[in-house]
């Protein structure tokens, strides 16, 4: 095996990963990002939405920890 073959081999995988890397860069590329606008929209439509989950689950938990108590009779 001659020496110049061996040292291909030796830096293949760095250069399969720089390969991969300008791939990753030009994927990254196509992609079409939110504005700023559209991201703070859906943050806080995120932030309604877990507040509402939040209070309806609340509610839930009372009407049933409610009942609870009036079945067994418990805190009277």
């Known amino acids: 095996m001659s020496g110049l073959a061996l ?10 990963f720089i390969q991969y890397l300008k791939q990753v860069r ?3 590329a196509k992609v ?10 859906s ?3 995120v932030f309604v939405m877990v507040i ?3 209070l309806f689950f609340f ?6 920890a ?3 108590r009036l079945i067994l009779g ?3």
């Open 7 to 16: 040292k291909e081999r030796e830096f293949a995988p760095m250069q399969q």
């Open 26 to 28: 030009q994927e990254a």
């Open 32 to 41: 079409t990002w939110p504005t700023r606008k559209e991201t703070m929209v």
């Open 43 to 45: 943050t806080a439509m």
């Open 52 to 54: 509402l989950a939040a």
């Open 59 to 64: 509610l839930v938990d009372q009407v049933l």
């Open 66 to 68: 409610f009942g609870v």
């Open 74 to 76: 418990l805190g009277s």
